[in-house]
């Protein structure tokens, strides 16, 4: 909802003639169109009502499947036919990759969407755990990071750009059960696949209603981008402490790729020096629902969650858009 970034900020304000605007104070009113028209480097505006649309999609799957969307069940299956339907409509090349070894007896697959543009020896992967825990319908964890990447990938397929890298998104299975899809992926890859992905960028339980603004491996240049995007909101992001080898990206860091990425926390508390700077409760966990039932559509920070979608724009058009 927000405009992105100061270059297109820039460029908009001068092409709608309404000055200069300080940087997040005043941004112009969200057209629901990007600024390619005005710079052909500019990230789009990724729309959070979209996100939040994949989420109810989500959501109901989860209801009509016995409340849960856990690997091994057909809430599971269908939120992967969800994803690769929309992907598929959008014009990708979709893979599902069934887990043959290292996760739970039952699992369903990885689904993995390529777009099929820029150089295939230069892959900047964006990935995003679609299975949730059986207690709940697994909204924040991980409906949030699975919802931003989708919308995500249909942003740019919608805008087309001409592409420099390859963009390569993934929806992992069975991470509930020990980051298993994720890691069976890696091990599948041969060395020249491996040393071909420049960076992975892990999503997951990026709208904690109680969140912070956490960044995996902060200080690394594959995180660059995406701190650039939250440092240029003022939002001050923390070093992603909690999660760390406890998501997806900790098969591929292991495997020498760089890794990066949002989270918003999940059981453990905020400090008063972080209420203090991105207020919120300080003394309660960052996702007071974390692996609950109550994990539902009410249990989304919208504002967190837009600011996530953004930044995975911002970050895929600065390694990947030429
Ligand atoms: N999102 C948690 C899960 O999938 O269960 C893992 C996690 C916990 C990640 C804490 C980050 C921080
Ligand atoms: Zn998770």
């Known amino acids: 909802m927000r405009r992105p970034f100061a270059v297109a900020s820039f460029s908009l304000a001068v092409v709608l003639g309404c000055g200069t605007l300080p940087a997040a104070a005043a941004a112009p009113a969200d057209t629901g169109r990007s600024a390619t028209a005005v710079n052909a480097l500019a990230a789009p505006d990724v729309d959070v009502t979209k996100v939040r649309a994949h989420l109810s999609e989500l959501s109901a799957i989860a209801a009509r499947n016995g409340g849960n969307r856990r690997s091994t069940t057909q809430g599971y299956r269908d939120s992967v036919?969800?994803?690769?339907?929309?992907?598929?409509?959008?014009?990708y090349t979709v893979t599902e990759q069934p887990c043959t070894s290292g996760c739970t007896s039952g699992a369903g697959p990885n689904l993995i969407a390529e777009w099929p543009q820029g150089d295939a020896n230069n892959v900047y992967m964006f990935g995003a755990?679609?299975?949730?825990?059986s207690a709940g319908p697994g909204m924040n964890d991980n409906g949030s990071g699975s919802a931003a990447l989708l919308e995500n990938a249909l942003a740019l397929a919608q805008q087309n750009p001409a592409m420099r890298n390859r963009v390569r998104f993934a929806w992992w299975t069975d991470e509930e059960q020990g980051l298993n899809g994720s890691n069976f992926y890696v091990r599948s890859l041969s060395s020249t696949q491996?040393?071909?992905?420049?960076?992975?960028?892990?999503?997951?339980?990026?709208?904690?209603?109680?969140?912070?603004?956490?960044?995996?491996?902060?200080?690394?240049?594959?995180?660059?981008?995406m701190k650039a995007y939250w440092d240029s909101?003022?939002?001050?992001?923390?070093?992603?402490?909690?999660g760390a080898g406890r998501s997806d990206d900790y098969p591929f860091q292991q495997a020498g790729i760089p890794t990066s990425g949002y989270a918003m926390g999940a059981s453990a508390r905020k400090t008063s020096a972080q209420a203090a700077k991105w207020g919120g409760t300080a003394g309660s966990a960052y996702d007071p629902c974390y692996h609950r039932s109550c994990d539902t559509l009410t249990n989304i920070n919208t504002t967190?969650?837009?600011?996530?979608?953004?930044?995975?724009?911002?970050?895929?058009w600065q390694q990947a858009v030429s």
């Open 194 to 225: 491996r040393s071909g992905i420049r960076a992975y960028y892990n999503f997951d339980m990026v709208a904690s209603t109680n969140g912070g603004y956490f960044i995996n491996r902060i200080t690394t240049s594959a995180a660059a981008p």
């Open 304 to 316: 967190g969650l837009n600011r996530a979608a953004d930044g995975i724009a911002h970050t895929l």
């Open 233 to 242: 909101l003022g939002l001050q992001p923390e070093e992603n402490t909690e």
């Open 81 to 91: 036919a969800y994803v690769k339907g929309k992907l598929q409509a959008a014009g």
């Open 129 to 133: 755990h679609l299975d949730s825990v």
